[in-house]
């Protein structure tokens, strides 16, 4: 289930592209395969923030959630590239890792057991790795 932020992200993409309800009920319908936002699972969510976005829509960035690390240390920049391929590759930001699910916790939190994904060991980022490789491969892709 959808949290309030980002659902209330989708609707303010709706009113900044001005969209109208048949029309904004018709590409959820065809990007997620649902009628009503609210019905919306958070990988789904992300698909149609994704889409909104090639529609012209821009958010603005949350100051704490959602940024690539800027500057990886040695060991950690290939892992960090692969993550930001296979987040690419699905269409999911960023924010996919650091955002809270409905156990409370984010998947950096779940996966690495740190708060935040600046602070993962290379150890916790392989892990990572893995989980978003195992979900290319879940969806139907192979991952490289």
């Known amino acids: 289930m959808l949290d309030k932020a980002q659902l209330a992200k989708i609707h303010i993409a709706k009113k900044e592209l001005a969209m109208d309800d048949a029309t904004y009920r018709a590409m959820l319908q065809n990007v997620a395969g649902v009628d009503s936002a609210s019905k919306l699972t958070v990988p789904m969510a992300m698909k149609v923030l994704a889409h909104l976005q090639s529609c012209g829509f821009k958010p603005k960035a949350n100051p704490k959630h959602g940024k690539k690390p800027?500057?990886?240390?040695?060991?950690?920049a290939a892992l960090m590239s692969k993550i930001e391929a296979l987040l690419a590759e699905r269409g999911y930001p960023w924010e996919y890792l650091t955002r809270a699910s409905k156990s409370g916790q984010s998947m950096v939190q779940r996966i690495c057991k740190v708060d935040a994904l600046e602070f993962a060991t290379a150890e916790g980022l392989g892990k990572l790795v893995a989980a978003l490789s195992y979900d290319l491969q879940r969806n139907g892709r192979k991952a490289s």
């Open 70 to 76: 800027t500057k990886p240390a040695a060991g950690k």
